[in-house]
């Protein structure tokens, strides 16, 4: 009986992304163009730099990063902070206050509920480009490989979801947040790879980044599909999702608790 | 005379319009340096390209990594004029025509698609772009010897203006739509990322690409023609083109915007 009003939560957000599938669909149209982009920026790049390998990438490699990155971080980016703010700033989080589900619980619900069949379909355009891509450049994706990579697909997925919940938190304290969530988004999309492979940051930031959850989001799971991330590096990036997971359920424990007593309940 | 009198009339009330903007945004300083700071944000994130292009030194059709920078400059500095001019503009079109509020608009003495194209000018979040696309343009121009005359700057200030015509054209379009769909959220999406991916001379591209991003969606126009002008690069049909798009594309946004009105319902919420 506990756990169903949650699985209503889920079927919400299924079904919502229903309704809105046009518009998921329109919006991975429009990731088609950064590829285009990318695509002839490295084709031009490799081309003109008569060498084997840049930035450590092949040729091949970089072109299956730049093209399942742009799918996966579609994909991985929640935006949902907006909705969120919007609860904590117009007294929406009353309602949760008071009834007997809590409000974490409803949202990752149906965030899960939601990314479902974004998930399916992205999977199978990702598959079909892994297919068509392993074709064109004689390469061998092995079933093992896309397994690892789905489970890490599957592991970003809840990662993202906590960071943004995370980051929501600062809606209690700040009073123009919209802004804020812009300058994030972006930041996370260039520190998770979305934009380009974190080695053209130089050593020193690739280094940092290797601290912050975000790689994990889009660089690990697509260096995991094009076969860069081999043997016990696997799992040691599985290992460090799990691990970010672990300790981002924690913060977001911590900060909501602290963010839940400055809460005016406005509105509402 | 009627014509000069007219021109006048616009860029008196261009001028006020500006003014008011201003004066509003004063009043929310926070926001007004809010703007500033996110389009900084979105400034980096454009440089990263700059970066990867210097970090692998790569050629295009010839072209430096500097004379690429201009190209590059180009495409920032009209990032800044578009968000200046006419993003927050073509943001409300959408909001006048699904609220009804086109209808208070229209009674007033001044052509509606002026009123509704400049009525909000933005003076802050552009400011970081502008300045940004100026110094790499100068940069690049400099590194790439073109001759600094009077001819060749007054060249390429023309083209850009030309550029900015040819921006309005293009990006006005998915807010015209928002006349006959309701929702054209998806249509403003993909009409962002056509713009962003033109930060590149336009020759990495194939021919097939070139031609559409010329002749049918002129966005290559936008950023290439006035560095390549002054590179002494836009020759016979391209430099014609470069000056007759601009003015047959505002004719047929001209058509457009007829036939939009057509389908307005007017319905007051």
């Not at chain 1, 009353?94 to 069949?117: A, C, D, E, V």
């Amino acid at each position: 009986m506990r756990n169903n009003k949650y699985a209503v939560s889920f079927r919400i957000g299924f079904q919502s992304s229903l309704e809105y599938r046009f518009n998921f669909f329109l919006s991975l149209i429009s990731a088609v163009f950064p590829m285009i982009v990318h695509y002839y920026i490295w084709t031009a790049v490799y081309a003109s730099a008569g060498e084997q390998q840049v930035f450590g990438y092949t040729y091949h490699e970089m072109i299956m990063y730049t093209i399942l990155a742009a799918v996966i971080s579609k994909l991985v980016l929640t935006h949902m902070e907006y909705a969120i703010a919007e609860d904590i700033k117009s007294g929406g989080l009353n309602k949760y206050i008071i009834q007997p589900i809590t409000y974490f619980g409803f949202r990752i619900s149906s965030y899960l509920g939601q990314r479902l069949i974004h998930f399916a379909t992205s999977l199978i355009i990702i598959l079909v480009l892994t297919f068509a891509l392993n074709n064109s450049f004689n390469l061998h994706t092995s079933k093992e490989r896309i397994l690892v990579f789905c489970l890490s697909l599957i592991l970003s997925i809840i990662l993202s979801f906590l960071i943004s919940y995370s980051i929501c938190a600062f809606a209690f304290w700040l009073s123009e947040i919209s802004y804020f969530f812009v300058v994030t988004s972006l930041l996370i999309q260039i520190m998770s790879g979305g934009m380009f492979p974190l080695e053209i940051f130089g050593e020193k930031l690739q280094l940092l980044f290797r601290f912050l959850p975000f790689h994990y989001l889009i660089y690990f799971p697509v260096n995991l599909l094009n076969g860069r991330i081999d043997g016990p590096m696997v799992w040691q990036g599985l290992a460090g999702q799990a691990i970010w997971i672990l300790l981002l359920l924690v913060i977001c424990r911590l900060v909501w608790k602290q963010g839940m007593k400055r809460y005016l309940g406005l509105g509402g | 005379m009627n014509v000069v009198i007219e021109l006048r009339r616009h860029l008196y009330l261009l001028v006020l319009f500006a003014k008011n903007s201003l004066l509003s945004q004063m009043e929310y300083r926070f926001n007004f340096v809010a703007g500033i700071f996110v389009e900084t944000a979105f400034l980096m994130a454009k440089l990263l390209y700059v970066s990867v292009v210097y970090q692998t030194n790569v050629h295009v059709d010839g072209m430096t990594p500097d004379t690429i920078l201009m190209f590059m400059g180009t495409h920032i500095l009209l990032t800044g004029l578009y968000m200046g001019l006419f993003y927050n503009n073509f943001l409300r079109i959408t909001e006048y025509v699904r609220t009804g509020m086109l209808d208070l608009m229209m009674v007033k003495p001044v052509s509606l698609q002026f009123l509704v194209s400049f009525r909000y000018i933005e003076t802050g979040m552009p400011l970081p772009n502008i300045v940004a696309g100026s110094v790499m343009v100068a940069i690049g121009w400099k590194a790439s010897e073109i001759p600094f005359t009077l001819f060749n700057l007054g060249a390429f200030l023309i083209f850009l203006a030309l550029a900015t015509i040819l921006t309005y054209c293009v990006m006005i379009i998915p807010a015209l739509l928002s006349f006959w769909f309701v929702n054209t959220s998806a249509a403003s999406e993909i009409s962002y990322s056509i713009w962003d991916a033109n930060n590149m001379p336009y020759m990495i591209y194939n021919k097939w690409i070139q031609r559409i991003g010329t002749f049918i969606i002129p966005v290559f126009i936008i950023t290439n023609y006035a560095p390549l002008l002054v590179l002494n690069r836009l020759r016979g049909i391209h430099l014609l083109w470069g000056i007759l798009a601009p003015l047959i594309f505002f004719i047929l946004i001209r058509l457009l915007w007829k036939q939009a009105l057509k389908a307005y319902s007017s319905s007051n919420l």
